[in-house]
């Protein structure tokens, strides 16, 4: 990785500006001005990780006019194509943040393994911290409080709506002093709220500040202590009794969690009752521990289980009470082939690879696998899985629009819970470097590799694999016609340059065809529509002579709608359009190509050609020198089959 220009310390700086970790102390008679003067003080747990979501930036597509659909840069940079997932959880804390009952619920995400479900869970936690270090995050609590409560707590309920209604300050009405609070506040402070001590605290897992986590463990020997604490006996003899607050540890996860985000690993798999304190949690916003009566905590809950786990717990009806206290968001695996590749082109960043090259199209071909295992066929036998592959990714498909993405995932049920994780593709990736001597990797390496688990992987059925290696023939057909392609274009000095010309051509004459009008050349002069250019370019993928003014009148609108809202027409958008001129412009040197590559012993001038397809593999589109030549080996063996 180049670091030419760049300066580490001074992206050191352009990190520590944005945090402020300026500590405070004083009293609560002191912190209510501060709360007059930015009400963001007040806010609970809900509000404070909505706040740190969307003020990370929140865009919306081109093509999202409405602006139903927004996606959030929070996750941008390591979660991929879950954007529905994450809108329905970012959905869940507005409504829990406006103090709904919404926020009384356990949001359960449950998905396949590998979905991104334990990932979303992380980046939120860390997000968390890093986001109480900043002016807008910063967090307040009682100074001796164990669980670090908010200081409104102390407010007496007497004065809570007062203090809404006339200065703005919210107080939850639930709110109540823990334990130790209470005894401090009669026993040291005199019963005076105003007086008690409150300082600034930055939310930490390693801290155990605001950020809980729980593991189940063996149910016979995993105690309830684990989430509500325990009697601390080295106190016990200098206080006396169990239901003193000053011999109880409160560090259970639900204690330590408060004012932040407590995450539950695998839910579902605990002991029943744990999870009727939950259930308490989440009904009554408090924790029951023995000796003491019921402590309030503010606390977003996250849990995530598989599905086979989550379908059991439906099943249960013993747990009818907690069905009814969660909201549930389904996280299945992405279906979109572009943010596969990225959730790739993320883990081969974060691994060590050393100087191996990858070659381009390899992750692009891994991912059209993953994808396709989790597809299923709709009711429309049009639509193949492949053609939907497409339709998903923002292509045009023949037949179908984005407008019918909604009705199509609604024709099927298991879409996106079935299928190759995203941990299994990149496995494979990782097995091919196990090599020795490997200088680069090819998409056929990865997809032999993918081929050559599937016996290893001890959750795939005869079926699996027999219907796995279907879609794998699918995969090497439409990498043989992106092979060829990338040849293709290598053949061409200036390949983008020559098909843009063929393609305002092209656009020229339909436009003056449609208009019933001329084309106007460089010189000035008017000619008639050149009808054989257009049709040699629409026969090339199948519009018959019928209905080839329908295709022109589509492609002119969509160009010329193009070029008013963004000023060029991208021919690439339009997959058919792209799909003709491509092989308009490669058939017009077809026999060149088809023997320079295909020869065994080329001559001087074919084995010049082939150099300069080399050096424009190399230095236009990503290859290197051995991976550009093994490229060319392989679409040499498939031209070969067919002279």
Same mark, same amino acid.
């Given at each position: ?100 009952? =919404? ?31 900043? !002016? ?7 100074? %001796? ?35 130790? @609070? ?33 593991? #189940? ?45 407590? $995450? ?64 549930? @968001?389904? @996280? ?21 690879? /050393? ?22 066929? /709709? ?18 498909? !023949? ?22 994780? #995203? ?16 200088? @680069? ?13 599937? $016996? ?13 290696? %279907?879609?794998?023939?699918? =995969?090497? !057909? ?113 026999? =060149? ?8 012993? #080329? %001559? ?40």
């Amino acid at each position: 990785m180049s670091t030419e220009g760049k300066n580490i310390f001074s992206d050191i700086q352009e990190y520590a500006s944005r945090l402020d970790t300026s500590e405070w102390e004083g009293t609560i008679k002191e912190f209510i001005p501060m709360v007059q003067a930015n009400p963001l003080l007040s806010q609970l747990s809900h509000a404070r990780i909505l706040d740190m979501i969307e003020g990370a930036g929140i865009k919306f597509d081109e093509s999202d006019t409405n602006k139903q659909n927004p996606k959030y840069d929070f996750f941008k940079r390591d979660l991929f194509g879950v954007d529905d997932a994450i809108r329905r959880i970012v959905k869940y804390l507005k409504a829990a943040a406006s103090g709904s009952q =919404v926020g009384r619920r356990i949001l359960l995400l449950y998905g396949p393994t590998s979905s991104g479900k334990s990932q979303l869970a992380a980046l939120l936690k860390q997000g968390l911290e890093e986001y109480t270090r900043t !002016e807008n995050g910063a967090v307040y609590a009682i100074a %001796d409080c164990p669980i670090h409560e908010n200081p409104l707590n102390a407010v007496p309920y007497a004065l809570r709506k007062k203090f809404r209604a006339d200065y703005g300050i919210k107080v939850d009405p639930l709110a109540r002093l823990c334990p130790v @609070c209470q005894f401090n506040l009669e026993d040291k402070y005199k019963n005076d709220w105003l007086s008690m001590p409150v300082k600034r605290v930055f939310m930490s897992e390693s801290n155990r500040i605001g950020i809980g986590t729980f593991l #189940p463990g063996d149910t016979k020997n995993q105690s309830i202590t684990e989430l509500v604490g325990s009697v601390d006996f080295s106190k016990l003899g200098e206080f006396g009794v169990e239901s003193d607050p000053r011999a109880y540890k409160f560090d259970g996860e639900l204690n330590v969690a408060n004012r932040g985000i407590m $995450e539950m690993i695998e839910m579902l798999k605990v002991d029943p009752k744990f999870l009727y304190v939950l259930l308490t949690l989440a009904q009554e916003k408090t924790i029951k521990t023995e000796r003491f009566p019921l402590i309030y905590a503010d606390e977003f809950i996250v849990a995530h289980t598989n599905e086979t786990e989550y379908r059991r717990f439906l099943a249960d009806q013993k747990l009818e009470a907690l069905h009814d206290r969660i909201i549930v @968001c389904k @996280c299945p695996y992405n279906m979109t082939l572009d943010e596969e590749v990225k959730i790739y082109e993320k883990l081969v960043a974060e691994a060590d690879f /050393g100087s191996v090259h990858i070659a381009p199209l390899t992750l692009k071909v891994a991912s059209m696998f993953a994808v396709l295992t989790r597809l299923e066929p /709709g009711k429309d036998q049009n639509l193949t899985l492949l053609k939907k592959m497409n339709l998903y990714n923002g292509k045009d498909v !023949e037949g179908f629009t984005q407008e019918d993405i909604k009705n199509i995932k609604a024709d099927v049920d298991r879409e996106g819970m079935i299928g190759i994780s #995203p941990r299994y593709i990149f496995n494979c990736v990782a097995d091919c470097f196990t090599k020795y001597d490997l200088r @680069c990797i090819t998409p056929i390496d990865v997809l032999r590799s993918i081929k050559e688990n599937f $016996e290893s992987n001890a959750k795939l059925t005869k079926e699996d694999i027999a219907k796995f290696d %279907d879609l794998l023939t699918i =995969v090497v !057909e439409e990498y043989t016609k992106m092979a060829k392609n990338e040849v293709q274009k290598a053949f061409f000095l200036n390949f983008e340059q020559e098909i843009r010309n063929l393609l305002n051509n092209y656009i020229d004459n339909v436009g003056a065809y449609l208009d019933d009008g001329h084309v106007v050349d460089e010189f000035g002069d008017r000619h008639e529509p050149d009808k054989h250019l257009m049709r040699a370019i629409e026969e090339r993928v199948g519009v018959s002579e019928s209905a080839k003014d329908s295709f022109r009148q589509e492609v002119y609108r969509k160009v010329i709608k193009t070029k008013n809202d963004k000023g060029e027409f991208d021919y690439l958008s339009h997959a058919k359009l792209r799909e003709a001129l491509e092989k308009q412009l490669f058939d017009e040197r077809a026999d =060149v190509i088809r023997l320079t590559v295909s020869t065994r012993n #080329p %001559d001087p001038e074919a084995l010049q050609k082939l150099n300069g397809v080399i050096d424009t593999l190399v230095q236009h589109y990503g290859y290197t020198a051995e991976s550009a030549n093994q490229l060319l080996r392989y679409v040499s063996s498939l031209m070969s089959r067919t002279t």
